[in-house]
């Protein structure tokens, strides 16, 4: 049984969300399709389903709903001039709702292939379907329209890790709290699982206890529409602002770009909560909305993105390159471009890992803000990452401790982050302090730091530590198939000295190119890549850069 009324749209006028097309407009895209008519009761799509059409109503009337146990809940009804999909046709997953129709008429039909085609050609078109795609799949977000329920703990690492690789990934969820909501053990009966299962992921059908990232990918379909046989002109490695600028640049120009992420689109910069001294944005965005912008930008275009896949090695013997994935599969391209990052520095601490989850956090998103609210928090660093991450912390803890191993901020942070730490009577500096032990049983529940100018500590019952320190390099999976400097960062263009680029065999006349690595077309961008600039802009404009120099590799 259908719900009689549509879910509520917050983020947009629904003209925007549900516009309704001119005649004119309609005849351009039946001119990419195929008319074709639509009887009462036909289902055009079903969750779930491999292929999804896009389709435009001519006559009569489409229903959009989401089955569900408790009865199909009512997204919207298209009539005519209106059309359907969201964001899942740019990338090829499988869609969250059923379209059937409620009265016979007439559709317009286009494969996912020819919708990109016009997307990108029609600027008119373009702008209203993208628009109405990315409205739409915040409006499923927001009311949790989805194929998926976790079911989990504030207790369990496993869960926040879930919820935050759903989040990332702009995938709506619904969440069951076993720790408070009421029937939760009626639901573990219903599937099955024991509480010691958990986090639990239902999938459709399908029940996941405890799964891996990749595990809750390959359910939903993530990849579905990726043909890993075909040869790419440029495959990037890491979908953070540098990959994705990159992929972006990459589809626009025509080049055939495939980008290999193995969490989330974002990167580091991802995890931040608000970066206000990014071109464009004067009142500052969250990384995860860049992301999701940069994102949705470069499927638009064409570029594919395969998610939770991690590359495990370069095949840098001959050309084209082979990237070969944790799944044991390879993907083979012209140029490669490197955009796997760095990671923060994990504490010098026994029992860190221990804690990795349920009180130690390497990022600071709406999830763990949440977490700790109106509990004291600490933030480990000096940088820009970690003066964001308490200044965001501030607005829902008691207070910020924030313990620096320098004796200040002023060399490491932004002026204006400072200023705000300054102002903020939330937010203590702790300068020359540094962590020295955690405890706690299944949560961190007390933290003990040190006061290198004295030596002396002092323990304190607080329960979230976040970590911002530091960067490491992801650079083990190259195994040697590319020069590095002594901390694992890739060298590249005038950083490669000439006893460099002998030891790697440097076969051409020229010299590297500017991001160029030790092996020819092989590019390094962003905070991977040595003597990098650590700043969002810098690593979008490496990225667009390095497709300037992949043209001229697939022409030499």
Same mark, same amino acid.
């Given at each position: 049984m259908t719900a009689t009324a549509p879910l509520p749209t917050t983020r947009a006028p629904r003209e925007q969300i549900f516009p309704t097309l001119t005649p004119a407009q309609v005849a351009r895209i039946a001119a990419r399709g195929r008319t074709r008519p639509m009887r009462l009761g036909e289902t055009l799509f079903e969750p779930g389903a491999d292929a999804l059409p896009f389709f435009v109503v001519t006559a009569g009337k489409i229903e959009i709903a989401r089955p569900s146990r408790a009865g199909d809940? @009512?997204?919207t009804t298209h009539g005519p001039g209106e059309f359907t999909g969201e964001l899942s046709m740019l990338s090829g997953r499988r869609p969250l709702v059923r379209a059937r129709a409620t009265e016979a008429g007439e559709v317009i039909? &286009? $494969? !996912? $292939?020819?919708l990109l085609t016009l997307i990108q050609t029609d600027s008119e078109l373009g702008d209203i379907i993208m628009r109405a795609f990315i409205f739409r799949r915040l409006s499923l977000i927001d009311n949790a329209v989805s194929n998926v329920a976790l079911v989990g703990s504030r207790h369990s690492p496993g869960? @926040? !890790?879930v919820k935050e690789f &759903?989040? !990332?990934n702009g995938h709506p969820y619904s969440y069951i709290d076993l720790d408070s909501d009421a029937g939760v053990q009626e639901l573990l009966d219903s599937v099955r699982v024991a509480v010691t299962d958990v986090p639990v992921v239902i999938c459709g059908e399908n029940v996941l206890r405890n799964p891996t990232n990749a595990e809750i990918a390959d359910c939903l379909g993530f990849n579905v529409a990726i043909d890993r046989t075909q040869l790419r002109d440029v495959v990037v490695v890491g979908a953070g602002p540098a990959g994705l600028a990159a992929a972006v640049y990459a589809a626009s120009e025509g080049l055939d770009a495939l980008v290999i992420e193995s969490n989330a689109?974002? *990167?580091?910069? *991802?995890? #931040? #909560?608000?970066? $206000?001294?990014? &071109?464009g944005f004067p009142t500052g965005i969250s990384g995860q909305n860049l992301a999701a912008r940069a994102y949705d930008q470069a499927q638009k275009f064409g570029a594919q993105v395969m998610i939770a896949k991690l590359a495990t090695g370069l095949g840098c013997e001959r050309r084209p390159y082979a990237i070969t994935l944790d799944d044991g599969q390879r993907v083979t391209a012209r140029t490669v471009i490197i955009a796997t990052g760095a990671e923060y520095r994990r504490l010098p601490i026994e029992n860190l890992q221990r804690f990795e989850g349920t009180g130690v956090y390497y990022g600071a998103t709406a999830i763990e803000s949440q977490i700790c609210r109106g509990d004291e928090v600490v933030v480990v660093g000096g940088g820009n990452s970690a003066g964001q991450a308490a200044v965001f912390l501030s607005q829902t803890a008691k207070r910020v401790h924030m313990l620096v191993r320098g004796d200040g901020l002023a060399a490491t942070m932004s002026r204006y982050l400072i200023r705000r730490i300054e102002d903020s009577e939330t937010i203590e500096v702790r300068t020359g302090t540094e962590?020295?032990? @955690?405890d706690g049983t299944d949560h961190l529940e007390q933290t003990t730091w040190r006061d290198n100018a004295t030596g002396g500590t002092e323990v304190r019952d607080i329960r979230h530590v976040f970590v911002m320190t530091g960067a490491v390099p992801s650079t083990d999976w190259l195994q040697g198939c590319l020069a590095l400097d002594a901390k694992g960062f890739i060298k590249t263009g005038p950083g490669l000295s000439p006893e460099d680029l002998a030891a790697a065999h440097w076969p051409l006349r020229r010299p590297p190119h500017l991001l160029e690595t030790s092996l020819p077309g092989v590019f390094a961008v962003g %905070?991977? !890549?040595? %003597?990098?600039?650590k700043r969002v802009a810098s690593a979008v404009g490496e990225g667009s850069i390095a497709i300037a120099f992949v043209h001229q590799a697939l022409h030499e």
């Open positions: 809940v @009512l997204v039909e &286009l $494969e !996912r $292939e020819r869960t @926040l !890790r &759903l989040t !990332r689109p974002g *990167g580091q910069a *991802g995890t #931040s #909560s608000k970066i $206000e001294n990014y &071109l962590i020295v032990k @955690l %905070d991977v !890549r040595g %003597d990098n600039i």
